[in-house]
């Protein structure tokens, strides 16, 4: 069995960007899930946000185990009701991974409940890798720092909750840092940010970065059963008790009612 | 100086429900306010969801250093851009706490970005909170546990983020445990959940009650200055960088540019 | 490939108290790695108390990915140099489990650095133990809770550090709860403590109590290859710096200086 | 009333060394607790290495709301029930603030349970710390980054448990980065590391440094009475029990028996 992995692409500078379009002429999610179906035990596909309902349709998300996504130019013409079918699916138990200018991404700033900002420069100035949880799964293979010589720069402060684990943390010619790492979990869903990927740099042919990526669809994937609907707030009466209580005092709700939301 | 509390009731019960007026004849959010009134060194004021934009106007967040929201039958009556603006103080440094019911509320759904389910049962069961963290800010003057005699059950999973510190974790008679403290920053702003609170019982005027929203209004509190905009991902200019470097690579913003959101 | 899993028990009770030896005529260590050894790519082995070096050799930790560790009557028996080497290898990568009376075992003190106090009473009273963490794969394959009919119970506070993630909590008949499943990394290490298992009642044969020791077999695992010397300190010298510097003003260190510790 | 600081310095390199006694001609120690006696509402006093029990003699302890502790060249002089004496000051409720080389001082390996290592030059580079923790009380007042122009290095990765919240990450001009500010609680004491301090350079007494300490201090402080004897795990009889429970089963202990250690 396959870890089945849909990479989700704005798509937009690829058509737009000649730069673009040469560094990437498979386009920036067709690269990911090149490499990745180069992995052995993952099969990625892509999906688009010119496709209907932008590629994740109910059917897609059930198939997916992990999720990947690469947006920028373009948050904004996101679906509101496609952003709420991610997060449910996140919460039932799908992994997600965020690559780069997705930090303001509507699912992430979902996910996240905050503003997500940071500070930024393009100026292709050198980026170095430090490895910050010693030998943590999504750093399997990797040495203790790497390097990618061109990339935008983005600086803290990081307007992200703090995470379960700081995996690694970004160091830029330029002076600034950055947590370019972060793992956490929502609902039955894990969740991994990865900083570097600007759409003008060759990023994505990186095999330390490429390694990045299949090492956190590893660590997000979640082998149990999807939760249908992690939202749902049951009622357990009082003659279904557990432990043997007797009802008292003043009720507000009518027996078997489901609750406010 | 005073630190200034603003208590939002839904005020919906209160109005309709004759238990309610009658445990509460204050209102709910007025009982928790008049209680804060008697802590030195906090001045608590009132609004409800039937005031002009729920009471919430940017003037009224602007005065307010930490916000207390209670909420249960009325959750989708909340304006969503009162919600947005309520999150925005939050992420530039307003502290808030969530009361029982609240976990649907919009504001703390949308700070958590997780489903917050629960389990439920209205029986008027005892429940016994325990403190976790010994001497936590919130803690203080608490014995090392207190009971409620009457209250509604929660039980777990509670689908919240994995907190910074885990503060109070309930006992009930039926057979549950919850998570009953919880902290949590988003952006500058503190946040923190407590659980008790059903409308049909007399919880507010409980004393260990009371000591826990006056401590967790002191531990929310930020001195510092509101952060204007604290979504702001502000561009650092080459020629402004703190360490001399020099421009390579193709570019995709120009000069100025605000960046994508 | 086998996971190798050492259980280390302390093996007093077993020999000195008819009761233990009647409930575990295989010792507690032996009825745990017997569990072990039916669960596919594992392999479990024991060792106890009174082997040489306590069974735990520099050998037997190179071939121990996960150690489980039950101990309770002697914990002042157990050799200082035996628990620093124990550590090491923690901290190197090796997984470890404490169970039960195990939370004053001296390493899982060495490696919490905190009290580690809790309250407790021997009266075979129900425990419950609620999943908090949804889906979390310590938690494969249970339903949302289960229960234990006769445990010693352990109450909060719980002198421990705020774990990575709370994936248990008990529930007891007597009115304590206590945070029964929690992990940690120290170093390199996955940790996990799990409350459960008084050698007077009958904990190890119970089945998911069984399918928790194995789920967080899997967890703890780290198949890297096991860091030599975790709490070196390598000097990085200034002609061997990432980015070119010039070494500057008055220095305390030789050259090739190994630091001071 | 005033928050009582105890400033703990090795006092080796000040009176061996010529450099860093003309750099601290009023020690180091002495030098932070001069700046933090110009701060309200806090009384600084210094004790050494060379002072009977180090100077932290269960009376100073007790009359210690904060212990800073510098140390570098001599941590293997210190003794051990003095270590001990202050870890379970700090589980009763001190505060502790860890400066620079005292990442391997005893005490703060003992309540990390971590390898602490790190990687370090000394070559007198330019360090910049930025805020990662928007408006946290360590961080009032200070600028979104600050510098220290001569500063010996430290590398990641940094051995310590993930913290409860990175304050700050520091870049340093050869290439690395490193987490520069963490917070933790152990028992009920909150402990901060705060990296700066190489003494060749004269880093306290930077304004910025200054302020961070005398932050850290009100951060760490914890009003409450200390907490006696936080090991201690006291039973609690089945007479005595919160809810009414009948004894069951075999026992182990006898009535009134204090528990296992």
């Known amino acids: 069995m396959s870890i089945r992995v849909t990479v989700w692409g704005e798509n937009v500078h690829e058509q737009k960007n000649k730069v673009v379009a040469e560094v990437y002429p498979l386009t920036m999610h067709g690269t990911i899930a090149a490499s990745l179906n180069k992995s052995e035990g993952i099969t990625a596909s892509t999906v688009t946000l ?12 059930a198939a997916t185990d992990v999720l990947i996504w690469w947006g920028h130019a373009a948050h904004g013409d996101v679906d509101d009701k496609v952003v709420e079918r991610v997060c449910e699916a996140v919460w039932g138990g799908m992994g997600i991974i ?38 943590h799964p999504i750093a399997a293979g990797l040495p203790d720092h790497f390097e990618l010589e061109y990339e935008e720069m983005y600086g803290e402060p990081f307007g992200v909750p703090e995470p379960l684990e700081t995996v690694f943390i970004s ?91």
Chains 1, 2, 3, 4 share one sequence.
Not at 106 to 118: D, H, I, S, Y
Request: proline letters at 7%; glycine letters at 10%; charged letters at 25%.
């Open 98 to 135: 965020f690559l780069h200018s997705a930090h303001f991404a509507k699912p992430f700033k979902r996910l996240m409940g905050a503003p997500c900002n940071l500070s930024w420069r393009e100026a292709g100035e050198r980026e170095r890798l430090w490895v910050t949880s010693r030998q």
């Open 171 to 261: 160091w830029f010619a330029g002076g600034e840092v950055f947590r370019s790492g972060l793992t956490y979990k929502r609902g039955a869903g894990n969740i991994f940010y990865f900083r570097p990927g600007h759409e003008t740099y060759p990023t994505y042919h990186d095999g330390n970065v490429q390694r990045v990526i299949s090492n956190a669809v590893r660590w997000a994937y979640n082998p149990n059963v999807r939760i249908a609907n992690p939202g749902d707030a049951p009622n357990t009466p009082v003659d279904k008790a557990l432990e043997p209580i007797t009802e008292r005092g003043p009720r507000l709700h009518h027996d078997g009612e489901a609750g406010y939301r």
């Open 50 to 61: 010119q496709d209907v309902e932008h590629g994740l349709t109910a059917e897609k998300l």
